[in-house]
């Protein structure tokens, strides 16, 4: 052992540089793979946090003639028969969709003090029926949800409860409610995880009579606990061939005729399910996940493949004095043992700087861009599962060195006679493809990802977004038209209008229906104020805009977009039988009204006449002239917002912020995906760096007699150059495919893509190209410029 640290430390004394280069270059590839693999851990545990997850499904249907994909969305009545349906459902649970998932459900109430004073709160809440405590894990810390439950109960969340209460008992407090009801604190739950679809939030008990009969009204998420996984499509075929859906929804209705398909997705799959609407679970990705994880393993093995380089490049400056050691009479076993050890040693020095990198790495606002905690009592098997990689990497980049190291006979290499074998050659221009490869495709990726987040950022949306304020102001609905004109009294407001939903804020918005020339339709509906084309810009297609006089009609007015015309035939100056009614007056261009994951879908814009104006005023929108002051602006709005709301403070939004939030996600996991592939572009170019060094130095010699021979320095720059030039296009060829392929599934998670350019590929090429040229050219120009005779001499 003696033997094996004299040895390492004389490698650390002599090759300081080459050693901390290597610690650096591997503490930060450890340090990126093991954040990888924590926000990896988050993604693939998401509601594994409930006991027996793999028990729990939820219900999603299908309707070709209705929805355009699976939704989560129900009649209560529906749930109640469908829970009665078979002995495998050993508990259900149904929450109202309205509140379930939205981070725009919210409580508004206040708590009295025992001075009397009140504290005026705005929390998320959800409204559920109590068997939803039976199927999701909860651990109440207060109370408890086993006995009588009742409308006039809430539980909420540790968190929740200390914020109002302090540190009194939570278990028995009352909320009131603005309107005046009084809720009572039942429990008090320890707070979930953030990676489940189950937020800590308030939950209010669903009225047991709410719609018990309704089965029009579909506004309910069912979720059902079995008791084997395996009886799921047991449940399925069973129910769709029992109950009568005529009896329940129509003489007409017929489940074979409509192609309705069910489906129960496992609750552990709802994170990952794409492609759903009314669903308002964070979702992500499993291509963007994959993606994650391989660049995870490039980073590590282009980080163990410089090790091994940097290792062999030292070669030239070793290898005498390790066969010196064996014509002394050390064992190869042991010299070989030595370099392994090296290795190893150096592997595990870089684990613990890359533990202080990431301790560095949480106090950076990069940080945000990671989901999960990274303390490292949070992740006990990532962080020693990464020490075994560790050993691993350490153990593979000293294995090969060692054994090239001592495989020369001892007395050539104290004469000077040594090279490269043609497998050693072999080997070398294996480890540049491996980088090359890694490079071109990580750019590419990187380069598409950012595209398609600026696409969908940035496209025109088919109406005017510039100088538009936004405003949630379903606070003060009823205040509306009086709130709009004190509005409109600041010089630098040009219009106004109102909406029930804020646009361009969702993957999809509310379905009614319509019997429309006989035919029952389903459609997207978002009511607006008559102005609201106007003020947003919104061009009419065919027939007329929305006037005053549609609003202060009876029934109100519709625009339908391209879509719902030729996909159902809609004509001008047609109505809906029924309800809704109204004429339709106008049809307009297939505008982006949603997110650019989900295609078209039919849509109309209704102007609700004076049969009802519910939710009009729910969102305002505010135009401000090109020239006004922004920021006096939103002063005078929000003096205005706090005279009719002084107790919570109504969100102001730029349009353009309303678009980012809707691709948040999409643009934390690009920006994730961006940083890594740019460290590990970095950590491949410095591999690239030490092959060159390692080439240039084997071929001293030769360099040295072309020199003395009449070459130029440039002439052997370009043979260098030249060389590498043939590996890079071989790698390109093979990169290009691979990344065309995993950009083309990845864009799969989107209707609305951004183009495969060609450029992208020629501009990844150029780079990779560029800085392999100027590393090969500055280390070959500093070979070629030495004293020639010296080069040979030192052979």
Same mark, same amino acid.
């Given at each position: 052992?003696?033997?094996?640290?004299?040895?390492?430390?004389?490698?650390?004394?002599?090759?300081?540089?080459? #050693?901390?280069?290597?610690?650096?270059?591997?503490?930060?590839?450890?340090?990126?793979?093991?954040?990888?693999?924590?926000?990896?851990?988050?993604?693939?545990?998401?509601?594994?946090?409930?006991?027996?997850?793999?028990?729990?499904?939820?219900?999603?249907?299908?309707?070709?003639?209705?929805?355009?994909?699976?939704?989560?969305?129900?009649?209560?009545?529906?749930?109640?028969?469908?829970?009665?349906?078979?002995?495998?459902?050993?508990?259900?649970?149904?929450?109202?969709?309205?509140?379930?998932?939205?981070?725009?459900?919210?409580?508004?109430?206040?708590?009295?003090?025992?001075?009397?004073?009140?504290?005026?709160?705005?929390?998320?809440?959800?409204?559920? #029926?109590?068997?939803?405590?039976?199927?999701?894990?909860?651990?109440?810390?207060?109370?408890?949800?086993?006995?009588?439950?009742?409308?006039?109960?809430?539980?909420?969340?540790?968190?929740?409860?200390?914020?109002?209460?302090?540190?009194?008992?939570?278990?028995?407090?009352?909320?009131?409610?603005?309107?005046?009801?009084?809720?009572?604190?039942?429990?008090?739950?320890?707070?979930?995880?953030?990676?489940?679809?189950?937020?800590?939030?308030?939950?209010?008990?669903?009225?047991?009579? /709410?719609?018990?009969?309704?089965?029009?009204?579909?506004?309910?998420?069912?979720?059902?606990?079995?008791?084997?996984?395996?009886?799921?499509?047991?449940?399925?075929?069973?129910? $769709?061939?029992?109950?009568?859906?005529?009896?329940?929804?129509?003489?007409?209705?017929?489940?074979?005729?409509? /192609?309705?398909?069910?489906?129960?997705?496992?609750?552990?799959?709802?994170?990952?399910?794409?492609?759903?609407?009314?669903?308002?679970?964070?979702?992500?990705?499993?291509?963007?996940?994959?993606?994650?994880?391989?660049?995870?393993?490039?980073?590590?093995?282009?980080?163990?493949?410089?090790?091994?380089?940097?290792?062999?490049?030292?070669?030239?400056?070793?290898?005498?004095?390790?066969?010196?050691?064996?014509?002394?009479?050390?064992?190869?076993?042991?010299?070989?043992?030595?370099?392994?050890?090296?290795?190893?040693?150096?592997?595990?020095?870089?684990?613990?700087?890359?533990?202080?990198?990431?301790?560095?790495?949480?106090?950076?606002? *990069?940080?945000?861009?990671?989901?999960?905690?990274?303390?490292?009592?949070?992740?006990?098997?990532?962080?020693?599962?990464?020490?075994?990689?560790?050993?691993?990497? =350490?153990?593979?980049?000293?294995?090969?060195?060692?054994?090239?190291?001592?495989?020369?006979?001892?007395?050539?290499?104290?004469?000077?006679?040594?090279?490269? $074998?043609?497998?050693?050659?072999?080997?070398?221009?294996?480890?540049?493809?491996?980088?090359?490869?890694?490079?071109?495709? *990580?750019?590419?990726?990187?380069?598409?990802?950012?595209?398609?987040?600026?696409?969908?950022?940035?496209?025109?949306?088919?109406?005017?977004?510039?100088?538009?304020?936004?405003?949630? $102001?379903?606070?003060?609905?009823?205040?509306?038209?009086?709130?709009?004109?004190?509005?409109?009294?600041?010089?630098?407001?040009?219009?106004?209008?109102?909406?029930?939903?804020?646009?361009?804020?969702?993957?999809?918005?509310?379905?009614?229906?319509?019997?429309?020339?006989?035919?029952?339709?389903?459609?997207?509906?978002?009511?607006?104020?008559?102005?609201?084309?106007?003020?947003?810009?919104?061009?009419?297609?065919? =027939?007329?805009?929305?006037?005053?006089?549609?609003?202060?009609?009876?029934?109100?007015?519709?625009?339908?977009?391209?879509?719902?015309?030729?996909?159902?035939?809609?004509?001008?100056?047609?109505?809906?039988?029924?309800?809704?009614?109204?004429?339709?007056?106008?049809?307009?261009?297939?505008?982006?009204?949603?997110?650019?994951?989900?295609?078209?879908?039919?849509?109309?814009?209704?102007?609700?006449?004076?049969?009802?104006?519910?939710?009009?005023?729910?969102?305002?929108?505010?135009?401000?002239?090109?020239?006004?002051?922004?920021?006096? #602006?939103?002063?005078?709005?929000?003096?205005?917002?706090?005279?009719?709301?002084?107790?919570?403070? *109504?969100?102001?939004?730029?349009?353009?912020?309303?678009?980012?939030?809707?691709?948040?996600?999409?643009?934390?996991?690009?920006?994730?995906?961006?940083?890594?592939?740019?460290?590990?572009?970095?950590?491949?170019?410095? =591999?690239?760096?030490?092959?060159?060094?390692?080439?240039?130095?084997?071929?001293?010699?030769?360099?040295?007699?072309?020199?003395?021979?009449?070459? $130029?320095?440039?002439?052997?720059?370009?043979?260098?150059?030249?060389?590498?030039?043939?590996?890079? #296009?071989?790698?390109?060829?093979?990169?290009?495919?691979?990344?065309?392929?995993?950009?083309?599934?990845?864009?799969?998670?989107?209707?609305?893509?951004?183009?495969?350019?060609?450029?992208?590929?020629?501009?990844?090429?150029?780079?990779?190209?560029?800085?392999?040229?100027?590393?090969?050219?500055?280390?070959?120009?500093?070979?070629?410029?030495?004293?020639?005779?010296?080069?040979?001499?030192?052979?």
């Amino acid at each position: 052992m003696r033997p094996i640290i004299r040895n390492l430390v004389s490698v650390i004394r002599r090759f300081k540089l080459a #050693a901390t280069l290597n610690v650096l270059g591997l503490s930060v590839a450890f340090a990126a793979f093991m954040v990888i693999m924590i926000q990896l851990d988050y993604h693939y545990g998401f509601d594994k946090c409930h006991k027996d997850h793999d028990k729990i499904f939820r219900l999603e249907v299908y309707v070709p003639q209705l929805t355009p994909t699976f939704i989560p969305m129900f009649p209560r009545p529906f749930a109640d028969a469908f829970f009665e349906s078979s002995p495998h459902i050993v508990a259900n649970a149904i929450t109202n969709h309205a509140s379930f998932g939205d981070s725009d459900r919210h409580a508004f109430f206040h708590v009295e003090t025992d001075g009397g004073a009140r504290r005026y709160y705005k929390e998320k809440v959800v409204t559920v #029926a109590p068997e939803f405590f039976d199927v999701f894990t909860f651990d109440f810390v207060e109370g408890s949800t086993g006995g009588h439950v009742g409308t006039e109960h809430i539980i909420i969340p540790q968190s929740m409860a200390r914020k109002l209460f302090g540190n009194q008992p939570a278990a028995g407090k009352q909320i009131i409610l603005d309107n005046g009801t009084n809720l009572t604190v039942l429990a008090v739950y320890r707070d979930l995880p953030s990676n489940t679809i189950i937020e800590n939030k308030i939950f209010t008990i669903l009225h047991p009579d /709410e719609n018990r009969n309704n089965w029009g009204n579909f506004q309910y998420v069912i979720f059902i606990r079995v008791n084997d996984p395996s009886n799921a499509p047991l449940i399925l075929d069973n129910f $769709t061939n029992t109950f009568d859906f005529a009896r329940a929804f129509g003489q007409d209705f017929s489940v074979e005729e409509w /192609e309705i398909d069910f489906r129960l997705t496992a609750l552990s799959d709802i994170h990952f399910t794409q492609n759903m609407q009314y669903d308002f679970a964070p979702k992500v990705s499993r291509q963007t996940l994959m993606i994650l994880f391989a660049i995870a393993i490039v980073i590590v093995v282009i980080a163990g493949i410089n090790f091994t380089n940097f290792s062999m490049a030292l070669t030239p400056m070793r290898i005498k004095n390790i066969n010196t050691q064996r014509v002394m009479g050390a064992l190869q076993s042991t010299i070989r043992a030595a370099i392994v050890f090296e290795a190893v040693f150096f592997s595990l020095l870089s684990y613990f700087v890359a533990l202080l990198l990431i301790l560095l790495f949480k106090a950076t606002p *990069l940080a945000g861009l990671i989901d999960s905690d990274l303390s490292f009592a949070s992740h006990p098997l990532i962080f020693g599962g990464a020490s075994l990689v560790t050993l691993l990497v =350490g153990f593979l980049a000293g294995a090969y060195p060692a054994r090239y190291m001592t495989s020369f006979e001892p007395a050539l290499v104290l004469k000077g006679s040594f090279g490269l $074998t043609p497998k050693g050659r072999m080997l070398r221009n294996a480890l540049i493809a491996v980088q090359f490869i890694a490079s071109f495709a *990580l750019i590419v990726g990187a380069l598409f990802m950012y595209l398609q987040n600026h696409f969908m950022q940035n496209s025109h949306l088919g109406f005017n977004k510039d100088g538009i304020i936004t405003i949630d $102001t379903r606070r003060i609905a009823d205040h509306r038209d009086i709130f709009a004109e004190r509005i409109k009294a600041h010089s630098g407001v040009e219009d106004i209008t109102f909406s029930t939903n804020l646009l361009s804020s969702a993957d999809g918005y509310i379905l009614w229906g319509g019997n429309y020339r006989g035919e029952q339709l389903t459609f997207q509906v978002l009511p607006v104020h008559y102005s609201f084309f106007e003020v947003m810009g919104i061009e009419i297609s065919e =027939g007329r805009s929305f006037s005053l006089e549609d609003e202060e009609s009876e029934n109100g007015a519709w625009i339908f977009n391209e879509t719902a015309k030729h996909q159902f035939g809609m004509e001008l100056n047609t109505s809906f039988d029924g309800w809704p009614r109204g004429e339709i007056i106008g049809f307009m261009p297939d505008i982006k009204i949603a997110s650019f994951r989900m295609s078209v879908e039919p849509t109309g814009f209704y102007v609700m006449g004076t049969r009802g104006r519910w939710g009009q005023g729910n969102y305002t929108y505010v135009k401000l002239h090109e020239s006004a002051n922004v920021n006096a #602006a939103i002063s005078h709005i929000d003096n205005i917002l706090v005279d009719y709301e002084p107790n919570y403070a *109504l969100e102001i939004l730029y349009f353009d912020e309303v678009i980012k939030r809707l691709y948040e996600k999409e643009t934390r996991l690009s920006a994730l995906i961006t940083l890594f592939s740019m460290l590990a572009i970095f950590i491949s170019i410095v =591999g690239v760096f030490g092959l060159v060094v390692f080439d240039s130095e084997y071929r001293r010699k030769e360099i040295g007699v072309r020199k003395v021979h009449g070459a $130029t320095t440039l002439s052997i720059i370009v043979m260098f150059n030249k060389a590498y030039f043939k590996i890079l #296009a071989v790698c390109f060829v093979i990169a290009a495919p691979l990344a065309w392929y995993t950009v083309t599934r990845w864009l799969e998670n989107f209707a609305y893509k951004t183009p495969m350019h060609w450029w992208v590929y020629l501009l990844a090429f150029a780079a990779v190209a560029l800085i392999t040229v100027c590393t090969v050219t500055f280390q070959n120009w500093k070979v070629a410029n030495d004293d020639p005779v010296k080069s040979i001499k030192s052979e």
